[in-house]
């Protein structure tokens, strides 16, 4: 059968060289993402060169400590902080330049990668989809603008976007093997993300109800606890308890997420896991608290919700199924894993940077030849 002209469809038609229907984007009057990455690196750089004037001693320990093992003689892999600064050390050879410098090329690699996801996308970003996308983007240059853990997790997800988006044997050997390299190189419990992400995609399915999705990432949740008590002797969210246990009286950490309940159980777990998740997906306490950073945390945080649920929804009408619903899950799993270990606000919004070139992949709406301008903007 011969496909219409005027209509392609799924990865095929971002491939079109007239990814705009015949008019240029700035005939749509929206900037394409190439222009508005160019602004993005002007404003990112700034704000990278200026985080030390403006940011607290305190943000800066991570830093500290990776740049202090980079530029040892012998750094001995494992762990989180050893095996990213062993990465680190593979991109610095020569010594770790000053963190301005590295924050830039940090920051540089991750703006490089959000343009390469927006351009292999069937998507048109609109006006407010570069609106949204610039406040990740700004809160990115703040993470990244130092020897920071966030830059390889986010290479990591650029590399499921960008491997998923093929929808090919090789683009899902991308995007699995990315998870499983991080994982075993640098940090396990990513083992753990992809275990979800592929349970929620096998045993939630597309095609349930409801109520028979919630069953089964409960289950899910239900066996990755019990699995671990059994190997370890400890619970999920028992983490979160030696995290926070000597912060507790700490002024600088207000906004610490606590387990409501002991965990004697997997029940017990379960209730604190799936509390923790909606605190930090949904942070309506914070509105109450008067602090205005924390006033704002919630409020871009309870706006992401509708604007990327509603945004994977919206991507089963231009990506293939099986693409959009790995997708749906490798986000929902990544949620539900940092839930389980995070003990504050502030780590988990720094964690969750990671998902910005996948934000970005999906944004905006499905490019279709000879739509009319006035349903872009």
């Not at 050893?82 to 090329?105: C, E, F, K, N």
Request: charged fraction near 10%; include cysteine.
């Amino acid at each position: 059968m011969t496909p219409s002209p005027t209509r392609t469809s799924g990865i095929a038609q971002g491939l079109a060289v007239d990814r705009f229907g015949g008019r240029s984007p700035s005939a749509l009057g929206v900037p394409t993402p190439i222009v508005v990455g160019s602004l993005w690196l002007a404003t990112g750089w700034i704000i990278v060169a200026t985080l030390g004037y403006v940011l607290p001693d305190r943000y800066f320990n991570d830093h500290r400590v990776l740049l202090g093992l980079a530029n040892s003689r012998h750094i001995e892999p494992g762990g989180s902080f050893g095996s990213t600064a062993l990465l680190y050390h593979w991109m610095y050879p020569w010594g770790t330049p000053d963190r301005v410098v590295l924050g830039i090329v940090n920051y540089t690699i991750v703006v490089t990668l959000l343009v390469s996801c927006m351009l292999v996308s069937t998507t048109r970003p609109r006006l407010r989809d570069y609106v949204w996308l610039s406040t990740w983007v700004i809160m990115a240059a703040i993470f990244v603008g130092m020897l920071s853990k966030e830059l390889f997790t986010i290479v990591v997800a650029a590399a499921v976007a960008l491997g998923l988006s093929r929808n090919t044997i090789t683009g899902w050997v991308i995007a699995v093997g990315a998870l499983v390299a991080y994982a075993l190189g640098v940090r396990l419990y990513w083992l753990a993300t992809l275990a979800y992400a592929v349970g929620l995609g096998v045993l939630v399915g597309p095609r349930r109800t409801l109520a028979a999705k919630l069953a089964a990432a409960l289950l899910l949740v239900v066996v990755a606890s019990a699995a671990l008590h059994i190997v370890t002797g400890f619970y999920l969210t028992d983490v979160r308890i030696v995290m926070n246990v000597t912060r507790i009286d700490d002024p600088n950490v207000v906004s610490m997420v606590l387990n409501p309940l002991a965990n004697t159980s997997v029940i017990t777990d379960v209730v604190n896991h799936f509390w923790a998740w909606l605190n930090f997906v949904l942070p309506v306490r914070l509105l109450a608290s008067a602090v205005p950073q924390q006033v704002a945390f919630a409020v871009w945080q309870i706006a992401n919700l509708p604007i990327i649920g509603i945004a994977l929804w919206r991507a089963r009408t231009w990506l293939p199924r099986n693409v959009q619903w790995a997708l749906a899950s490798f986000v929902v799993a990544v949620t539900i894993v940092l839930a389980a270990f995070d003990g504050d606000f502030g780590t988990y919004t720094r964690h969750q940077i990671m998902l910005l070139p996948v934000v970005g992949f999906i944004l905006g709406v499905p490019q279709v030849q000879g739509e009319e301008p006035s349903s872009v903007v």
